[in-house]
């Protein structure tokens, strides 16, 4: 449970004792032009456990208090904090002062700027413990809540910075000249965050401040807390130390439709990163490029793991079983798996006996790796429709109660496999063509062909996909190897015999093709994606007749 203060104007102190009352309750207004602002209302975070113990209770809450912001029940011990909400004059606020302050933050250095960057993963270690609370009320599982702390220490990693710096300015001399490529900030990126992880996804702001931008963050009003502590608490103090002007940075929770409409419509915002599902994004990309904004799209995965004969069987059971982490609703978790048949029956019960420890619980128990799934009809629309085409269900397939007993009425469910015999009408099946976004995982086993045509057709059906994240493989064949990193184009990242959805450095970390990442989807690095390239020549004493026409 959050009971910190932190930085952000509130209700008290981070220290209880100092002002007499029960507890800490975090509270955050709108943060615009380096202030905290009024908003108006207030949104209500109840603890995730809160929702397993006493839904009733949660939910009667978070209504009092809306209604009633000085009711009792913000005494409560479920209630871990409050955010304000804004309307259509708080996030027009949000977007003037970014752009008020875009000038002169573009011209401070990049040195100085890509600094900021360091200090961002200083910070985040010095308080993970405190970062990991706040998903954890969230309801992430804390290992899972471990594994996006590490893959923002990756993004942020002395390697990466690096290499986002040496993209940023390049120098060559020639015949006199001083040569720059160099890539000049956007000027304002408003980000909006997804409601699966608001938080880590609203710290990819930082490598658009590094480039030179301001910016603007939406605060998803369903699960707003978590943002707000990472823009308000974590990066704004970061941005003084480094003298950046006010309105660098601002954050506002707000209705999703209300705030995407006034930031396309605004003259005053440049790109607008959008995380979301794929047929919502590819709608908004439309609208953005209609009014002159570069949308930065980050929508649905599907992604394949492959599995060739030979490989390592326990790791790539292992890898699968990521599937399942957050009961399949991160977007870049493993979606379906294709094997060679002579390793099908090997692989499908190694995958059946690793699932076993993928259990439910509360989000703090170190061993949970799944999320309570408030709405699951459509799983079981899926399921259904698979097993009715022929699919053979290998495991699970329920709804379970926090303890893993089977329940018709349980907030979780099962880790469910399924076997797809056949691969030319695999993608008949909605498991296997679209994300499902649930812990449902489709193992499809092609018919016996010779190696060469097995190997062709897998790396076809890899391209064929409609999205196009990450994609892996399992191999010890080197030609096998060789054939998937010449030929396979689907997709922003390819790993082989690793985990599928960890983090490394240099690698982009985001962005991908297809329903993935729009018209102009690639794997990007958010950095770069909100800034563009210009070439510069600084030259001396040099003729331009001459320059052209030669002496």
């Not at 940023?168 to 304002?188: K, S, Y």
């Not at 308000?232 to 950046?244: F, H, I, K, N």
């Not at 079983?321 to 379906?336: H, L």
Request: with cysteine.
């Amino acid at each position: 449970m959050i009971l910190a203060g932190g930085k952000a104007e509130g209700l008290s102190s981070a220290n209880p004792g100092e002002t007499g009352r029960e507890k800490a309750l975090r509270s955050y207004k709108l943060y615009i032009a380096g202030k905290d602002v009024e908003g108006d209302g207030w949104v209500y975070t109840v603890s995730a456990r809160s929702l397993l113990e006493d839904v009733f209770t949660s939910v009667s809450l978070k209504r009092a208090l809306e209604q009633d912001p000085e009711s009792e029940a913000k005494h409560h011990p479920y209630v871990v904090g409050r955010c304000a909400i804004a309307g259509d004059n708080g996030i027009d606020l949000a977007s003037e002062a970014a752009a008020a302050a875009a000038p002169e933050w573009a011209a401070v250095p990049l040195e100085r700027r890509m600094r900021l960057g360091t200090l961002f993963r200083e910070e985040l270690i010095r308080r993970q413990d405190e970062f990991l609370e706040m998903l954890v009320a969230e309801a992430h599982p804390v290992k899972l809540a471990r594994w996006e702390l590490s893959c923002l220490l990756q993004v942020y990693s002395e390697e990466s910075l690096r290499w986002y710096r040496e993209r940023m300015h390049t120098e060559f001399e020639h015949n006199g000249r001083r040569l720059i490529v160099r890539r000049q900030p956007d000027g304002v990126v408003a980000f909006n965050p997804p409601q699966n992880a608001p938080a880590p996804s609203a710290a990819l702001a930082v490598l658009a401040l590094m480039a030179g931008n301001s910016v603007v963050v939406r605060a998803p009003r369903s699960i707003a807390l978590s943002t707000m502590y990472v823009i308000r608490d974590v990066v704004a103090p970061l941005l003084e130390e480094v003298g950046a002007p006010p309105g660098v940075l601002n954050a506002v929770c707000g209705n999703p439709k209300q705030t995407l409409d006034r930031w396309v419509e605004s003259p005053l915002i440049q790109d607008i990163f959008y995380i979301g599902g794929s047929q919502e994004g590819l709608r908004f990309q439309e609208q953005c490029v209609a009014n002159g904004k570069k949308p930065i799209l980050e929508l649905a995965g599907n992604d394949g793991i492959i599995v060739w004969e030979g490989a390592n069987i326990k790791h790539a059971a292992e890898a699968i079983t990521e599937s399942f982490y957050g009961s399949g609703q991160i977007c870049m978790v493993p979606n379906y798996v294709l094997v060679h048949p002579n390793v099908a029956e090997e692989l499908i019960a190694e995958v059946k006996e690793q699932v076993k420890t993928v259990r439910p619980g509360y989000p703090e128990d170190e061993d949970v790796l799944l999320s309570p799934v408030r709405r699951s009809e459509k799983f079981f629309t899926l399921l259904n429709q698979a097993l009715e085409n022929g699919a053979e269900l290998i495991t699970g397939g329920q709804r379970t109660e926090l303890d893993g007993t089977p329940s018709e009425t349980g907030v979780f469910l099962q880790p469910t496999v399924v076997r797809v015999d056949g691969l030319a009408g695999a993608r008949k099946y909605d498991v296997v063509r679209h994300e499902t976004f649930f812990p449902l995982l489709p193992i499809v086993v092609p018919e016996a062909a010779p190696n060469d045509e097995l190997l062709a057709n897998f790396i076809d059906f890899v391209n064929s996909n409609e999205y196009g994240l990450r994609n892996s493989l399992w191999a010890r064949s080197a030609r096998v190897i060789n054939a998937f990193v010449q030929r396979v184009t689907n997709g922003g990242l390819l790993k082989i015999n690793d985990s599928h959805i960890g983090f490394l450095p240099y690698l982009p970390s985001h962005g991908g093709t297809g329903l993935t990442g729009g018209v102009y989807g690639e794997a990007n690095y958010p950095m770069l994606k909100t800034s563009h390239i210009q070439g510069v020549s600084i030259a001396h004493d040099i003729s331009p007749r001459e320059a052209v026409f030669g002496s």
